[in-house]
Nanobody, 119 residues
Framework: QVQLLESGGGLVQPGGSLRLSCAVS????????MGWYRRAPGKQRELVAA???????RYADSVKDRFTISRDNAKTTLCLQMNSLKPEDTAVYYC?????????????WGQGTQVTVSS
């Protein structure tokens, strides 16, 4: 079983910054791709940013040049640096990870952390 624990959400004014973190723990041999998703009120969940085990990244067009995704050398912690935040970034942000154990692939989700951008 794999657990993902997010932290770092909160209330910030427009133009401000927040840093989200996600710690991965449990039974696995490899963590493949990791990502951040978000769900705004009344909208479907969407991919914000993702990073492969090799470090390749991709971003939603709406966050390019403002958000940066990264993972640590041990590749068990995922971060999302969010700058120049806008009210439309308000959402619950979820961490996602694909792990491998005994040749089987698993997709796990965190419980979500609220990000609110408001003056």
């Amino acid at each position: 079983q794999v657990q993902l624990l997010e932290s770092g959400g909160g209330l910030v004014q427009p133009g401000g910054s927040l840093r989200l973190s996600c710690a991965v723990s449990g039974s696995f041999s490899i963590i493949n791709e990791m990502g951040w998703y978000r769900r705004a009120p009344g909208k479907q969940r969407e991919l914000v940013a993702a990073i492969t085990g090799g470090g390749s990244t991709r971003y939603a067009d709406s966050v390019k040049d403002r958000f940066t995704i990264s993972r640590d050398n041990a590749k068990t912690t995922l971060c999302l640096q969010m700058n120049s935040l806008k009210p439309e970034d308000t959402a619950v942000y979820y961490c996602n990870a694909e792990t491998v154990r005994l040749g089987a692939y698993y997709t796990s989700w965190g419980q979500g952390t609220q990000v609110t951008v408001s003056s």
